[in-house]
Structure formats: C-alpha cells, structure tokens
C-alpha cells in the first residue's frame, strides 16, 4: 500500500481535528492499520490500531480523546482527535501491516510521509 495523509494543522487546546489518511493499492481491507506520532526531540509512539474487523486499541495518553475509523470502500484511514492537548504535537503518521491484527511494536511495512498537527494553548 502506498499511504498520504492529510488534515493536519493548527488548533487550539479544546478545539478538534480529523486527520485522513488515504491508501492506494490492493486489498485494503486485509490490512491492520495504525497511527503512530512522532514529537521533536521524542521517539516515535503508538496512537491508534485498528484492526480489520475495526475493533481498536488505544495508547493511555489519548483513550477517550482520539477515535481511529476506517473506510474500507473508500481506502481511508481517520483519526478523530477531541480537545486536543499541546503535548499532542507532533508529526502524525499512517502505517500499514498485511494481517487481520497489529501491534505497538508490528513492523508495519508501510508508512505515509506524515502531517503535522500543532495545538496551542
């Protein structure tokens, strides 16, 4: 799969935003799917897994904050964020592992070149 993001920006604390990822290529809907942050200065972590029967997981920091879907007509992956923080800014990326689950440490085999999501107080 070949992965774009798109929907970051700038938001103030409180406020939301919805990232997008679009997926090209075959069979969608056989990938487990997951966003992944990487703050400056901070090692990249695990935000959202979903997997292709949709159940979710989520990383503690952004439970009942953030909200991962997919559109397995459309080839999308979302990300949903809630009342933002400022400690959730960082470059948001995609990525992509061929199996029904996946985890924080899978080695997925495709990632989009990211987009950055700036929250301010």
């Known amino acids: 799969l070949q992965l774009v993001e798109s929907g970051g920006g700038s938001v103030q604390a409180g406020g939301s935003l919805k990232l997008s990822c679009a997926a090209s290529g075959y069979n969608f809907d056989r990938y487990c799917m997951a966003w992944f942050r990487q703050a400056p200065g901070k090692e990249r972590e695990g935000v959202a897994i979903?997997?292709?029967?949709?159940?979710?997981s989520y990383a503690a920091s952004v439970k009942g904050r953030f909200t991962i879907s997919r559109d397995n007509v459309k080839n999308s992956l979302y990300l949903q964020i809630a009342a933002p923080k400022p400690e959730d800014t960082a470059t948001y990326y995609c990525?992509?592992?061929?199996?029904?689950?996946?985890?924080?440490?899978?080695?997925?085999?495709?990632w989009g070149q990211g987009t950055q999501v700036t929250v301010s107080s």
């Open positions: 979903i997997a292709t029967d949709h159940s979710t």
């Open positions: 990525a992509a592992f061929f199996a029904p689950w996946c985890g924080w440490r899978t080695t997925y085999t495709s």
